[in-house]
């Protein structure tokens, strides 16, 4: 199986709460990125204290209080399951702060990190609040909720989008490229995929794969798993029959989404 491909590892932390992904600290490979997914018992708490770190923690399923400091953010959350495809409700969190997360009802929430050392305030992203944007034309429609845009300047370093692929189609395609720290030509930013798919059952096909094909891994995501994306084009394919989700987190030196085509797929952009 691919070094990039992890499976949910379900994890029982305490009564309540289970660490379905923890992709943070010695075993992430990721310099800039940190990535959790815990599941959240209705009444049970997770929290943490950031050192040195931002987090977006966006709920992607069921509800929750999100409470920091003399901050409370009651009952967020907007869907039972990420594919009524409805915006959710997040909070973006500091470095050095502390944090903590009461399910009120059963929950699943992404915690989405990256190195911050100027600590910004707490915000609240509503769910009504998210950009909606449609992509691509032919087979690689998508439809993208952007969630912390690097428009929105309420983070430090941290970058989340949302993205549902219909069937038959392809997302992150053609396939660029965001590993070069080299503004304005091209943003280096790691980034993590975390992929659900409807029905359940489906899979996805998602390569990532660098010019000199130094790196050229092709993994089959299914529902749950995680794939990490260091350097290189990554592309994702939706079967026949599916929808894929995927939440994305990026991070690196700058905070700057600013990627290139693969130069052999160009073309499919030029479509008329
Ligand atoms: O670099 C960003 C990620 O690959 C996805 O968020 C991708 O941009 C989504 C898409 O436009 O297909």
């Not at 932390?13 to 992430?28: A, C, W």
């Not at 952007?146 to 993205?163: G, H, R, T």
Request: proline residues 5%; negative net charge; aromatic residues 10%.
């Amino acid at each position: 199986m691919s070094h990039l491909l992890k499976k949910p590892q379900h994890v029982v932390k305490s009564e309540g709460v289970t660490i379905v992904h923890d992709i943070t600290g010695e075993q992430n490979n990721l310099e800039y990125v940190g990535f959790k997914v815990v599941d959240l018992e209705k009444g049970s708490f997770y929290g943490e204290q950031l050192n040195g770190l931002e987090c977006c923690i966006v709920v992607l399923t069921g509800r929750v209080d999100v409470k920091e400091g003399e901050e409370i953010f009651e009952n967020l959350g907007t869907r039972d399951n990420v594919f009524e495809q409805k915006p959710t409700d997040s909070v973006y969190v500091s470095n050095d702060r502390i944090y903590e997360v009461k399910a009120v009802t059963d929950a699943r929430v992404a915690l989405c990190y990256s190195p911050s050392s100027e600590q910004l305030p707490t915000k609240l992203i509503k769910a009504d609040s998210i950009d909606v944007e449609h992509r691509g034309k032919y087979n690689n429609k998508r439809k993208v909720h952007n969630i912390l845009p690097d428009s929105d300047p309420s983070a430090n370093s941290l970058l989340v989008v949302e993205v549902y692929t219909e069937s038959g189609n392809w997302s992150s395609y053609p396939p660029h490229k965001h590993d070069q720290d080299n503004l304005p030509e091209e943003s280096f930013l790691e980034e993590t995929y975390y992929h659900e798919m409807d029905p359940q059952q489906g899979f996805v096909f998602q390569r990532v794969y660098t010019d000199d094909r130094s790196l050229d891994e092709t993994m089959t995501a299914e529902n749950g798993d995680v794939v990490i994306v260091p350097k290189g084009y990554h592309p994702v394919g939706v079967p026949d029959g599916y929808t894929s989700y995927y939440l994305n987190v990026m991070a690196g030196p700058v905070r700057k989404w600013k990627f290139n085509n693969d130069e052999d797929h160009e073309w499919i952009v030029n479509r008329d």
